[in-house]
């Protein structure tokens, strides 16, 4: 099966997430989260549905959300 385009899913729901967790690696997946939640993360858009949602979706993929923030660009306003 082919899932390259698995990454560019943007609200992915908690069967694509653990199809993510079980095919690509750790590396791919922060890369993933990282861009994913950027935008919200720089421009003060996070609401806390969207935290919980971020925070959700770290520990079905099994990642460690600093790890994910960290990956992030920082444009001066985190």
Do not use: A
């Not at 520990?59 to 960290?70: G, M, Q, W, Y």
Request: glycine residues 4%; aromatic residues 12%; hydrophobic residues 30%.
């Amino acid at each position: 099966m082919e899932y390259k385009n698995l990454l560019e899913v943007q609200n992915p729901t908690k069967g694509q997430l653990i199809l993510i967790r079980d095919t690509y690696s750790q590396d791919d997946i922060i890369e993933y989260m990282s861009c994913r939640w950027e935008y919200k993360f720089n421009y003060g858009k996070l609401t806390e549905k969207d935290l919980h949602k971020f925070h959700s979706e770290c520990d079905i993929l099994k990642v460690d959300s600093f790890e994910v923030t960290s990956n992030m660009n920082d444009y001066g306003l985190i």
